[in-house]
């Protein structure tokens, strides 16, 4: 049994869209589309990645169209509540929503009461950019490698604690994952906010966290965190000399990233989407783009509509059981 059928259904929206011209809902022809003010609403409270990635984006958007685009943050929940803004919205592609990892793959096994559902209430429009995260420990700590980190752990000699910006974080879930993947047992102390997660491995009251490398960066640069290894599938550039997780631990496929992504609320007509999709695929492939992200700690990324479709089902199912087995919980 397929428990993710919404992904067929995706596909099959899309081959009728192309056979008939329509998707079930009263379509708006592309060539008519934008005629009228756009919110892209992000979940969260203006300052981080995701407000920066919603305001390249609508400010291109802007440039690329008569119609104006904004930028709404409606922080609350770790996300919900824009997110259940925008799942409610008209779909009509004038309400869009900046969606992290977080909210499209992770909330759903979090919370039991989640007022939406993004496997449901969501079309998926693109994959924006990728963030890598960094595990790192104090510059002065005894622990220099990864290697040397799980032993210590192993050995049980000293208590091995992780900072994060609170329960069900990537942070967290990295940390999990990590701890799964070695058996060894972690120390999970969870704060109200990235920032003094960081600062207290900076003071060295925590041994490690897993960071965004655009927070991680210039404490790494002057000494004051060490990495021990990034959380990606390939080595960043930004970092060339540090290994990945997978190769310092010698853990195939270990990954922990952060993404963000475009999605307007289900049934949105197949043709705005598309129309969407291309316009924000060709925007994160300009280099003026690129560089932007690049400030950010992120990798551009555009892809099809399919294609976010199956990450988001592919780390639903990754993260659940992470979070089944490891009974992770929201207080």
Known sequence: MNPYPWISKVLLAASLAAASGTCGFTQTSPDHYPSQLIRIIVPFAAGGTA????RIVGGNLNQRWSSPVIVENKPGAQGNIGMAQVAKSAPDGYTLALVPVGNAAVNPSLFKDLPYDPLKDFAPISQLAVVENVLVVNGNSKIKTLGQLIELARSKATNITYSTPGAGSQAHLAAELLAHATGVEFTHVPYRGLAPALTDVLNGE???????????????????????????????????????????????????????????????????????NGEVTAIMRLP????????????????????????????????????????????
Do not use: C
């Open 206 to 276: 925590i041994t490690m966290t897993f960071a965004q490398l655009s927070n991680a960066k210039p404490f790494i640069e002057n000494g004051r965190l060490r990495p021990l290894g990034i959380a990606s599938k390939e080595r960043s550039a930004a970092l060339p000399d540090v290994p990945t997780i997978a190769e310092a631990g010698t853990l195939p496929g270990f990954e922990a990233v952060s993404w963000y992504a475009l999605m307007a609320p289900a049934q949105t007509p197949d043709a705005i989407v598309r129309k969407l």
């Open 51 to 54: 407000d920066a990635l919603a």
């Open 288 to 331: 003026t783009v690129g560089v932007a992200l690049e400030a950010q700690g992120a990798k551009p990324v555009g892809n099809s509509p399919e294609a976010l479709a199956k990450i988001i089902a592919d780390d639903t199912a990754r993260w659940s059981k992470l979070i089944r087995e490891a009974h992770i919980e929201v207080q």
